[in-house]
């Protein structure tokens, strides 16, 4: 254990008698790996019963999330069938608790602010329901592709994936959002058991450039929170110049802000008014932040965190922004004489997920934006978890690329926005190529081609490595899954099936 000695001096200030026992945790065996169950595609207790328990101990409760399990067993659940299928995400336990806190409700207008790399969007996807809409953004281009990628695999259609910066996003949707999640980023003390290369990282320096950033962050949030609305705040750091003195700031800065409780179990425990600084310490409402919530790795079965939960005065119903409706629906983006893509533009001057040069397309009202929607009949009525009615009116196509624009949608045009909404597949030639998106998001039951494997049958990893395999079935696309879950798609002939297992994804 090398902890700085600064780090090492101050903790030993703030946990007391308990500060051995939290440096005891550096050498104490790990709780294994950690698991959160999609509930857009199963129900835990079907999950566990029929794959990945195999003898009692295998697997506990993560007490303060409903879908989260330690999985101690021999599996190695990265390289699982079910996780390829979106059957669940591998997270650290404590890390589960921020999107568990914060309250959403099927409909609700969700903001996840500083989201990459998506274990917190997922399960707020997962809380969704297919309905309203979730905005998953990261300032990282590097980033948001993982954040992309891991809420297709969990088959979430109603997201919108945007790489902004806050104040872009504060600018454009101010107060639109029922619910917004800040994990911030932080000094990452918390992180020091388990990324040890964090360690040397750290000054107190950092610390301060930390507290500032989040401010900032947390100005642009609230900005966006409609009245009525909470937002989570959440670390991975003890600091408490990053916790409880940001929260106490911000409550005195906004008059129409409260701090709620959080619910609390045994190891997890109070925000700390005691570890207050300077003038703080004589705050006459510093008794408030015991409602936030500490997690210690001493003390729970996961690592460092910290949450706390606002909530906005006011009905948001009187004051939001009515959704958006995008006046062109079912067309192709026009082009100019040259052929080139006029495509919609970014603040950065690039084309938001724009796709590859190809004839003009259709106009509207045209035959070809009908044999669009014609197209789209058989692969829509399948989608999991999603308000379907009225869905020829949220199509939305780019260039030869179509998506189902989620139910309620903010105006993203003036956004950098690597997804709008589910990406359905490309429209060529007259023909509808669906995307590994649509597939992850299908009900494979509901589907009128399917070819299912078994979970033991040796052809689930030659399909996810990319092989060409033998199935039998009916000739076309056809939607692979083993078991009950999809995997992606195969062009079927005479029982030879064509992979068409997006490369990105495979397996190793």
Same mark, same amino acid.
């Given at each position: 254990?090398?902890?700085p000695?600064?780090?090492?001096?101050?903790?030993?200030?703030?946990?007391?008698?308990?500060?051995?026992?939290?440096?005891?945790?550096?050498?104490?065996?790990?709780?294994?790996?950690?698991?959160?169950?999609?509930?857009?595609?199963?129900?835990?207790?079907?999950?566990?019963?029929?794959?990945?328990?195999?003898?009692?101990?295998?697997?506990?409760?993560?007490?303060?999330?409903?879908?989260?399990?330690?999985?101690?067993?021999?599996?190695?659940?990265?390289?699982?069938?079910?996780?390829?299928?979106?059957?669940?995400?591998?997270?650290?336990?404590?890390?589960?608790?921020?999107?568990?806190?914060?309250?959403?409700?099927?409909?609700?207008?969700? %903001? /996840? +602010?500083?989201?990459? @790399?998506?274990?917190?969007? &997922?399960?707020?996807?997962?809380?969704?329901?297919?309905q *309203?809409? =979730?905005?998953s953004?990261?300032?990282?281009?590097?980033?948001?592709?993982?954040?992309?990628?891991?809420?297709?695999?969990?088959?979430?259609?109603?997201?919108?994936?945007?790489?902004?910066?806050p104040?872009?996003?504060?600018?454009?949707?101010?107060?639109?959002?029922?619910?917004?999640l800040?994990?911030?980023?932080?000094?990452?003390?918390?992180?020091?058991?388990?990324?040890?290369?964090?360690q040397?990282?750290w000054?107190?320096?950092?610390?301060?450039?930390?507290?500032?950033?989040?401010?900032?962050?947390?100005?642009?949030?609230?900005?966006?929170?409609?009245?009525?609305?909470?937002?989570?705040?959440?670390?991975?750091?003890?600091?408490?110049?990053?916790?409880?003195?940001?929260?106490?700031?911000?409550?005195?800065?906004?008059?129409? %802000? /409260? +701090?709620?409780?959080? @619910?609390?179990?045994?190891? &997890?425990?109070?925000?700390?008014?005691?570890?207050?600084t *300077?003038? =703080?310490?004589?705050?006459?409402?510093k008794?408030?932040?015991?409602?936030?919530?500490?997690?210690?790795?001493?003390?729970?079965?996961g690592?460092?965190?910290?949450?706390?939960?606002?909530?906005?005065?006011?009905?948001?119903?009187?004051?939001?922004?009515?959704?958006?409706?995008?006046?062109?629906?079912?067309?192709?983006?026009?082009?100019?004489?040259?052929?080139t893509?006029?495509?919609?533009?970014?603040?950065r001057?690039?084309?938001?997920?724009?796709?590859?040069?190809?004839?003009?397309?259709?106009?509207?009202?045209?035959?070809?934006?009908?044999?669009?929607?014609?197209?789209?009949?058989?692969?829509?009525?399948?989608?999991?978890?999603?308000?379907?009615?009225?869905?020829?009116?949220?199509?939305?196509?780019?260039?030869?690329?179509?998506?189902? +624009?989620?139910?309620?949608?903010?105006?993203?045009?003036?956004?950098?926005?690597?997804?709008?909404?589910?990406?359905?597949?490309?429209?060529?030639?007259?023909?509808?190529?669906?995307?590994?998106?649509?597939?992850?998001?299908?009900?494979?039951?509901?589907?009128?081609?399917?070819?299912?494997?078994?979970?033991?049958?040796e052809?689930?990893?030659?399909?996810?490595?990319?092989?060409?395999?033998?199935?039998?079935?009916?000739?076309?696309?056809?939607?692979i899954c083993?078991?009950?879950?999809?995997?992606?798609?195969?062009?079927?002939?005479?029982?030879?099936?064509?992979?068409?297992?997006?490369?990105?994804?495979?397996?190793?």
């Amino acid at each position: 254990m090398n902890l700085p000695e600064s780090f090492k001096t101050r903790m030993q200030e703030l946990l007391g008698d308990d500060f051995q026992a939290y440096t005891d945790s550096f050498s104490q065996e790990g709780y294994g790996q950690t698991l959160r169950v999609n509930p857009l595609k199963t129900k835990p207790a079907d999950l566990i019963r029929r794959f990945l328990c195999k003898e009692e101990n295998e697997l506990a409760k993560v007490p303060w999330c409903p879908e989260g399990y330690y999985y101690r067993g021999p599996e190695r659940l990265s390289r699982h069938p079910l996780y390829y299928g979106g059957a669940y995400y591998l997270q650290e336990p404590s890390a589960m608790a921020p999107a568990t806190f914060l309250p959403v409700r099927p409909g609700d207008r969700v %903001l /996840d +602010l500083c989201a990459a @790399p998506g274990g917190k969007s &997922v399960a707020l996807a997962g809380k969704l329901g297919g309905q *309203g809409i =979730l905005v998953s953004n990261d300032i990282s281009a590097s980033r948001s592709k993982a954040l992309l990628k891991n809420l297709e695999l969990f088959g979430a259609g109603n997201i919108l994936v945007t790489c902004e910066a806050p104040a872009k996003l504060a600018e454009v949707w101010p107060g639109f959002f029922d619910a917004i999640l800040v994990d911030a980023p932080c000094s990452g003390e918390g992180m020091f058991r388990k990324e040890k290369g964090m360690q040397s990282d750290w000054s107190p320096d950092q610390v301060k450039k930390y507290a500032a950033l989040q401010k900032e962050i947390l100005d642009r949030a609230f900005a966006m929170l409609a009245p009525g609305g909470c937002l989570l705040y959440s670390t991975c750091t003890y600091a408490p110049e990053e916790d409880e003195e940001n929260v106490l700031y911000f409550l005195d800065k906004m008059d129409d %802000l /409260d +701090l709620l409780p959080l @619910p609390i179990w045994p190891g &997890v425990e109070e925000g700390r008014p005691d570890w207050l600084t *300077g003038h =703080l310490r004589d705050h006459p409402d510093k008794e408030i932040l015991k409602n936030c919530r500490r997690f210690l790795p001493h003390k729970v079965e996961g690592e460092g965190q910290f949450a706390a939960l606002f909530h906005k005065a006011g009905n948001s119903e009187d004051q939001k922004e009515p959704a958006w409706k995008p006046e062109t629906i079912c067309t192709l983006t026009a082009r100019d004489s040259r052929g080139t893509p006029k495509g919609r533009k970014t603040g950065r001057g690039r084309r938001a997920e724009s796709g590859r040069r190809g004839r003009r397309g259709p106009e509207p009202g045209k035959p070809e934006g009908q044999t669009l929607l014609a197209a789209l009949e058989d692969y829509t009525g399948s989608i999991r978890n999603a308000e379907l009615a009225g869905w020829q009116s949220r199509i939305y196509v780019l260039e030869e690329r179509a998506f189902l +624009l989620p139910p309620v949608c903010p105006d993203f045009r003036r956004v950098r926005t690597l997804r709008s909404g589910l990406y359905l597949g490309d429209f060529k030639k007259g023909r509808f190529q669906p995307s590994q998106a649509l597939a992850m998001a299908l009900d494979p039951a509901a589907f009128p081609n399917t070819v299912v494997l078994a979970m033991e049958d040796e052809r689930v990893e030659r399909y996810l490595k990319g092989e060409t395999i033998e199935v039998d079935g009916k000739d076309g696309w056809a939607l692979i899954c083993v078991e009950d879950y999809p995997l992606g798609w195969g062009k079927l002939s005479r029982g030879r099936l064509k992979n068409k297992y997006q490369p990105g994804w495979r397996m190793q």
